[in-house]
């Protein structure tokens, strides 16, 4: 099968960007041929023409708002490229840029998968909804958001996120200690992680507070903040840092968190935002840490059974302060508490398995056309077409 995907960039701008990696990357050890499309390059420029047997840089896939119009003109090469490449499907990994996708598959007389992973509105849903021939959700939650918004509950299944464990193998002592040398951080003490996107949708106000106020702090523990604030909260972030209580380390965004996850004890999603997955979450219990998140959008559907005495009352920061404090201790109180949580995992949120939804919602929408292609048209008994 001959998949046709497209990307923002070549690099980890995001989770959207990683899992779209490595799906196409399990595609491709499956056999199927992959073409992909892309606006920027990036830092897994190698890995992605490791992957493809076509890689094509365009000017957008971008069709919103008022600037519709000059938008539609930007789309025409991608578009154009859809239709040369002839894929038999496009995998659109990028709700938002539904027009595209649209498009691309009606140019390229193919069928289209939408993968949602947001669950805010896309623009012209009610027009060019029809054109995906099957939708999957990230969550529970976004799929509910989706059939609320106009999406026919039958076109749109849940397939949440999954990561490659080897990919963020669990860590005990030894490696704790190697990675807190590495980033700098005391030996001893206890360590809680906050990594990724530093804004206010992500909590790390709330965060700041809850490490003020958390009983039981002690002076070697650290609060560790890392990641960037991204063009338009600069501010936030320099204002937080001087008003930060003692032991916070802020630290730059790096790709590899592995280390950043090993040096960890606890790790703290505080999130205002509705996250439509939360993939920090997998990430950081795949390595064998617990995890304190706020009980928004998809989150719940991760931290599942014990696993649910993370999930605090959104902006709580009592509430969020006194569940950090309960699980720092963790490895004295319930050593396999670790193990359990990289078991849960790798029991469900797997990569393979999302290779597996993808694939096959790829072959259903392949053999749905196939099959729509070869039922000769309905009839009236005068010989008009119905």
């Known amino acids: 099968m001959h998949v046709l995907v497209n990307v923002n960039a070549l690099g980890p701008v995001g989770g959207v960007e990683q899992s779209t990696l490595q799906v ?4 491709a050890e499956r056999g199927h041929q992959v073409s992909v499309l892309y606006r920027r390059g990036g830092e897994n420029a190698e890995e992605w023409r490791d992957v493809a047997t076509d890689l094509r840089q365009v000017s957008s896939f971008d069709c919103a708002g008022v600037r519709a119009p000059l938008d539609l003109l930007r789309l025409a090469p991608a578009v154009r490229a859809a239709a040369r490449w002839k894929p038999d ?91 807190r040398a590495e980033l700098g951080l005391p030996a001893e003490g206890r360590v809680v992680l906050s990594y990724g996107r530093q804004d206010p949708a992500k909590g790390v106000d709330l965060l700041l507070e809850a490490w003020r106020t958390m009983p039981g702090r002690r002076p070697e523990d650290r609060l560790v903040l890392a990641g960037d604030p991204g063009p338009r909260h600069g501010g936030y972030v320099d204002a937080l840092k001087v008003s930060a209580p003692d032991g916070v380390v802020w630290l730059p965004s790096r790709a590899d968190v592995v280390p950043l996850l090993h040096a960890a004890d606890v790790v703290a999603l505080p999130a205002r935002w509705q996250e439509a997955f939360g993939r920090v979450v997998v990430e950081a ?15 719940p559907e991760i931290l599942t ?25 963790w490895r004295q109180e319930d050593p396999g508490l670790g193990a359990r ?46």
Do not use: K
């Open 285 to 299: 219990m795949s390595t064998g840490r617990p995890v304190v998140a706020s009980a928004v959008g998809g989150v």
């Open 341 to 386: 949580a990289r078991r849960h995992v790798a029991d469900h949120f797997g990569l393979d398995r999302v290779v597996t939804g993808v694939e096959g919602a790829l072959q259903r929408a392949v053999a749905a056309r196939a099959t729509a292609a070869t039922v000769p048209a309905a009839v009236t008994s005068d010989g008009v077409p119905a």
């Open 89 to 179: 499907a496009i995998w659109l990994n990028r709700a938002e840029q539904l027009v595209w996708g649209a498009a691309a598959s009606r140019a390229a007389g193919c069928p289209l998968v939408v993968h949602v992973r947001t669950h805010l509105p896309v623009p012209f849903l009610p027009v060019v909804g029809r054109a995906g021939d099957e939708y999957l959700a990230v969550s529970d939650f976004v799929r509910e958001r989706w059939i609320a918004s106009g999406l026919p509950a039958e076109r749109i299944t849940t397939l949440h996120n999954g990561i490659d464990p080897a990919a963020y193998p669990e860590g005990g002592l030894h490696e704790r200690a190697e990675a």
């Open 24 to 27: 196409s990357r399990g595609l």
């Open 305 to 329: 059974g014990e696993h649910s005495a993370g999930l605090c009352a959104p902006g709580s920061v009592a509430d969020l302060a006194a569940r950090v404090a309960g699980l720092l201790d």
